[in-house]
């Protein structure tokens, strides 16, 4: 089934680790985003990519850092994990950056990550 | 700066009753909204969208209405199901899906 898969599903982490989210998506899309969802909060965009090569800085990206060296992978790495960056990552992507004109904004499954 | 508030983070509905989510936001600009449905334990998933130059737009069983003069726009689902039990968010952005600004989030439980 086409769409977007995220690894890990869940991971436990030591803080000051570092760790890399890793999200594929199979349609060709152009623009990928990673959000953080926490409780109470809403989805919160952390950092995004229109096409290949390039990357924005979405409302929360301190600590969080992006790659996007081809069109379907876009890994999201925190360099040293805090407490605070304990919640569930949703990868997402979009067949154009320009929301409306080309279709939805489609979701992954999520990484639950818990820093300790 | 951009918020989005939602009029009651509970909804509880009888199976078969029609249910209304609200959401009002603030940004005046924001001329593109969308509406997604996120179940538990899984990722969002769009529902429908509507521009700014619409007021209202129907899907299957779902209807989304706009009043930009108080920023405030609905989702109707009608004779609600068990399967629609979930937490629905709405999204207004302007521009580009980076702008997209999403609320906490409605919980709706269907009730038989």
């Known amino acids: 089934i086409a769409g977007i898969t995220q690894a890990p599903t869940s991971q436990i982490l030591a803080a000051g680790r570092r760790m890399t989210l890793r999200c594929t998506q199979d349609m060709r899309h152009n623009a990928m985003y990673w959000y953080r969802q926490d409780l109470g909060l809403g989805l919160r965009l952390i950092h995004y990519?229109?096409?290949?090569?390039?990357?924005g800085k979405g409302e929360v990206p301190d600590g969080y850092s992006v790659s996007r060296a081809n069109t379907d992978d876009f890994p999201l790495t925190l360099a040293s994990a805090v407490p605070s960056q304990t919640s569930v990552y949703f990868c997402?992507?979009?067949?154009?950056?320009?929301?409306?004109?080309?279709?939805?904004?489609?979701f992954g499954e999520g990484s639950r990550l818990t820093v300790l | 700066g951009e918020s989005v508030g939602l009029h009651l983070p509970t909804l509880s509905v009888q199976e078969g009753d029609n249910s209304i989510i609200n959401c009002a936001y603030s940004n005046s600009a924001s001329d593109y909204f969308i509406w997604y449905k996120q179940e538990s334990g899984k990722g969002p998933q769009f529902i429908i969208d509507i521009r700014s130059n619409m007021d209202k737009r129907q899907g299957q069983r779902v209807t989304v209405l706009l009043n930009k003069t108080v920023k405030h726009l609905s989702l109707q689902i009608a004779a609600t199901q068990p399967g629609d039990s979930a937490v629905y968010f709405c999204?207004?952005?302007?521009?580009?899906?980076?702008?997209?600004?999403f609320g906490a989030g409605t919980r709706l439980a269907v009730h038989p």
């Open positions: 997402a992507s979009s067949e154009s950056g320009l929301a409306g004109d080309h279709g939805e904004l489609f």
């Open positions: 990519s229109n096409t290949a090569g390039t990357t």
């Open positions: 999204a207004p952005g302007g521009g580009g899906y980076n702008k997209l600004i």
